[in-house]
């Protein structure tokens, strides 16, 4: 199959931004897409993360901004003269039409002559492996086959861009590793270009070359997944990323890089990542990865240590999640290699490399916003 997904060179966002009722449920998106990248828009219900990919879509006007194909704007084109695809997380399939004829169905609106309708369709059902259920209908499959059927009548138009709206999430789990390995071997293959909305940071760090991590609908910050994981821009990312323990404390002092953080019966050394001066309210991000149980015997030379008491230990295989109570009160989420006793007291150690400090009034939400948020969902 030859997409025309190469044919432009970049696609540009300036400034988008769309309203609804007066309240900005996303503002001044800006970000230039590269033909062949997988972006992943990331981040909470109500961010705008689909509002942005609808905008996109042709399926919002939007309220600011443009959006640009090598330079010529397409947003004042309706949606069905963009040439993108659209992949639903419904999927969005007619019930009453089999697998081959709902594949086929874009292609018939677009008139294109019989053989090539029957060829494309070919190639759609065999890349992504349906060719034995195309005579069925949509509730003869599995949720993963008719997500399958979804992407092939998105592809077989061999659209420019393909836009994806949390088309994994009515799967079961070990359907969307299957699906999120399929993904990204068709994009891979095909040379598409992608952008894929997820509020799963997982899904989104294993699939896309770049992420846009988006909050009450502005951006937070854009990134590959390595920088993202390992360095975040702001709490909100880190919290997004898998930061778990977000403590408030105050910087006692300063030196270069590092800052001695205090409160609650706790006195850590912890990396700026954000400038802080002494007496600052802060807010120091931990991984549960990052911050150990302590084993008998084992060395804190160089790491931050604390006591907590265990309140629940979770097998995971490898090894245990623990969620303790530090000396002072704070929850905290750690890892073990061997099962603490709940009840028991423990020590932690962290890097002190990996407790990232950030200033904790960052775009602090509004309850108007909290309440648009709701709304949008």
Request: proline letters at 4%; a negative charge.
């Amino acid at each position: 199959m030859s997409l025309s997904a190469n044919a432009f060179e970049s696609l540009e966002l300036k400034n988008v931004g769309r309203s609804f009722g007066g309240r900005d449920a996303l503002v001044d998106l800006n970000l230039t897409i590269r033909a062949g990248e997988f972006i992943a828009l990331l981040g909470p219900s109500g961010c705008g993360k689909s509002t942005a990919l609808n905008c996109l879509a042709g399926l919002l006007p939007l309220t600011h901004g443009e959006i640009l194909i090598d330079g010529k704007r397409v947003d004042v084109l309706p949606s069905e003269k963009r040439d993108f695809g659209m992949v639903f997380q419904n999927y969005a399939l007619f019930p009453h039409l089999s697998v081959e004829k709902n594949i086929a169905f874009g292609l018939q609106m677009r008139g294109l002559p019989k053989a090539e309708i029957t060829r494309r369709v070919g190639e759609g059902l065999a890349l992504v492996k349906l060719e034995e259920h195309a005579k069925k209908l949509p509730g003869q499959l599995s949720g993963g086959q008719q997500q399958r059927v979804a992407i092939a009548r998105a592809v077989v138009l061999e659209p420019r861009l393909v836009l994806m709206d949390e088309p994994l999430s009515n799967l079961d789990a070990k359907l969307r590793l299957e699906m999120r390995t399929e993904i990204r071997r068709l994009h891979q293959s095909l040379g598409l270009t992608t952008i894929y909305v997820t509020h799963d940071q997982e899904e989104a760090l294993s699939l896309a070359d770049r992420l846009v991590v988006l909050r009450d609908g502005r951006v937070q910050q854009i990134g590959t997944p390595e920088e993202l994981h390992d360095h975040p821009a702001n709490w909100h990312v880190a919290d997004f990323m898998g930061y778990r323990n977000l403590i408030d404390l105050t910087v006692e002092s300063v030196e270069g890089s590092q800052a001695r953080v205090t409160g609650n019966g706790m006195d850590l050394l912890a990396k700026l990542v954000q400038p802080a001066s002494v007496g600052d309210n802060i807010r120091v991000a931990i991984r549960p990865s990052d911050l150990l149980v302590v084993r008998p015997g084992e060395s804190t030379t160089g790491r931050n240590t604390l006591q907590a008491q265990v309140n629940v230990v979770e097998y995971q295989g490898r090894e245990f999640a623990v969620g303790v109570t530090a000396t002072g009160g704070q929850n905290l989420f750690v890892h073990a290699e061997e099962a603490p006793v709940p009840g028991a007291t423990v020590t932690l150690a962290v890097d002190p490399a990996r407790a990232l400090v950030y200033r904790s009034n960052l775009d602090e939400v509004s309850t108007e916003q909290r309440e648009l948020a709701e709304v949008r969902g």
